[in-house]
């Protein structure tokens, strides 16, 4: 399918940029690209980037800089979701501001990937607390200005040297890892657990407890169980099964290993789980 394109509306272009807050990967738009600049932060959660074929994984905290014809996407990991404010403008509007800071454009339009930096702490706090308030404000021409106090500080504090960019950004998720997490999120594949995850990929244990501790700050078993578990929720709320028949339609061997792993997850047995849900 074909990425959409995206442009602001006549209100929005006479307003110079737009502000929205976005709290899950399913309010944002499948592949798309646009003809105005997008800055958004991630408040809250976990997804995977998909950005010009290739792909990031997103955490609290994660400020991506998006230029016009880049084409990107959002997708959910595991049993993640994610909350994020995103602003779209256009140049004319931060030109003015990038000029007076002795920022070249080439700093934001001359890489092939977008800049992508890991916000934290106070800076965290602080910029999470500026977006909120320019989401909420917005259309309201108060929000205008606050934009530009943004833009300035922003720019001026994360990009203002290009090496500061190059020892900050976080690092891509390898394609076949991408790949593996494909694979992996199909049920016939993660109910057979870490034997099937292995013979999909061809790369040594080692390396592969590595990369996953690396790019989903996870082992290998806690991410199948984590799948596991998306699928038990699934059959507890059918209120079809009992406990001990979901616990082997998961992939599980060991009931006391089943409540024991759901409840390091979900903090509370399947039966409470329920009582919650249904």
């Not at 905290?61 to 230029?67: E, M």
């Not at 994020?84 to 070249?104: D, F, K, R, T």
């Not at 934009?147 to 994360?158: G, V």
Request: hydrophobic share 35%; net charge neutral; proline share 5%.
């Amino acid at each position: 399918m074909l990425p959409i394109f995206l442009k602001l509306t006549k209100e929005e272009y006479d307003f110079g940029s737009r502000a929205l807050y976005q709290t899950s990967v399913s309010d944002t738009f499948p592949d798309h690209y646009h003809d105005f600049y997008e800055v958004f932060l991630v408040t809250y959660g976990k997804a995977v980037h998909s950005i010009n074929h290739s792909q990031q994984l997103l955490s609290q905290g994660s400020l991506v800089f998006i230029r016009p014809n880049d084409v990107h996407s959002y997708a959910a990991i595991n049993y993640f979701d994610f909350k994020i404010i995103n602003i779209g403008y256009y140049i004319s509007e931060i030109a003015p501001v990038l000029s007076y800071l002795g920022i070249s454009p080439s700093v934001i339009d001359s890489p092939l990937l977008p800049i992508h930096l890991k916000i934290e702490g106070k800076q965290f706090d602080h910029l999470c607390s500026m977006l909120l308030e320019l989401a909420s404000l917005y259309p309201s021409r108060k929000c205008r200005p606050l934009f530009r106090s943004f833009a300035s500080e922003l720019y001026y504090s994360l990009l203002g040297t290009e090496t500061e960019f190059v020892h900050t950004r976080t690092q891509l998720i390898p394609d076949w890892l991408y790949k593996l997490d494909i694979e992996m999120s199909k049920r016939h594949n993660y109910i057979l657990g870490l034997p099937r995850l292995m013979e999909l990929c061809n790369y040594s244990q080692a390396h592969v407890i590595r990369s996953f501790q690396k790019y989903y700050k996870m082992s290998p078993t806690e991410y199948i169980n984590s799948k596991r578990m998306v699928y038990a929720c699934e059959l507890i709320l059918s209120n079809k099964y009992s406990i001990t028949e979901i616990c082997y339609q998961c992939g599980f061997n060991n009931l006391s290993h089943f409540y024991n792993v759901f409840h390091s997850i979900y903090h509370c047995t399947p039966k409470d789980f329920a009582a919650r849900h249904m």
